[in-house]
């Protein structure tokens, strides 16, 4: 049996739609700037030859149905909509068909930003952590398999808050498609059972406040929920 100087971390783990059986998260990868619109309405151009990515750590996932507090060090969170991807099979340098049979299943996702700390993060060139990885800042909800979700093409991905619609599109108005992603994704690791991916938000992502409740659908998935709670 190993001895630990201290207790590790517990495994943060989603359920999945009509099982016992929980998920557990390993590594969260997230694709940058892959709505055109989301893209424009940021001040970016788009890049239609590849994806990139950024990363949350584990501790950064909050179960659907919870309370975020307000992530400390920032005056000014957003919240981004997100179709995410759980893989199920191991892979590396795949090609896309390959790589579409990887997929576990598909669920809601939440992408908080600490917009201030980003862009400021921006503004010197230095990396975005502070303003994308934080405690709680991947609200993430229920999975729901692969082969009960069907293809991924036209489905509506919406986000309300406090009952109004925020953000509203389809995921086929993604620039790069979900293999796609897994593919190129592969190309730098070694991706697992465990690994998910957070694939983009739609135009419409805005500032959040103490007191709000955020509701975020995707056709033929559980939703999304979380209020955003006092800072701590």
């Given at each position: 049996m190993t001895e630990y100087l201290f207790e590790p971390p517990k495994q943060p783990s989603l359920a999945v739609e009509g099982e016992v059986a929980r998920y557990p998260v390993g590594r969260i990868f997230c694709v940058g700037r892959n709505y055109a619109a989301h893209a424009a309405e940021m001040g970016n151009e788009v890049d239609r030859e590849a994806p990139f990515y950024f990363t949350k750590s584990p501790h950064a996932?909050?179960?659907?149905?919870?309370?975020?507090?307000?992530?400390?060090?920032?005056?000014?969170?957003?919240?981004?909509?997100?179709?995410?991807?759980?893989?199920?099979?191991?892979?590396?340098?795949?090609?896309?068909?390959?790589?579409?049979?990887?997929?576990?299943?598909?669920?809601?996702?939440?992408?908080?930003?600490?917009?201030?700390?980003?862009q400021?993060?921006?503004?010197?060139?230095?990396?975005?952590?502070?303003?994308?990885?934080?405690?709680?800042?991947?609200?993430?909800?229920?999975?729901t398999r692969a082969e009960v979700v069907g293809p991924i093409g036209g489905q509506a991905i919406r986000l309300e808050v406090n009952g109004e619609t925020r953000q509203e599109a389809r995921l086929s108005d993604m620039i790069h498609g979900i293999s796609a992603i897994i593919a190129n994704l592969s190309l730098y690791y070694h991706l697992q059972p465990g690994d998910l991916i957070m694939t983009g938000t739609p135009a419409g992502v805005g500032p959040v406040a103490v007191g709000d409740h955020l509701v975020g659908e995707i056709e033929g998935l559980a939703p999304v929920r979380v209020a955003i709670g006092a800072a701590e």
């Open positions: 996932v909050l179960e659907s149905g919870g309370v975020l507090p307000y992530p400390p060090g920032s005056q000014d969170v957003h919240h981004e909509m997100e179709c995410v991807v759980a893989l199920g099979a191991s892979v590396f340098k795949v090609d896309e068909a390959e790589a579409a049979g990887a997929v576990f299943g598909y669920g809601c996702g939440l992408d908080m930003t600490r917009r201030d700390l980003q400021a993060a921006k503004d010197k060139r230095r990396p975005w952590d502070l303003g994308k990885d934080g405690e709680g800042m991947a609200v993430l909800g229920p999975l």
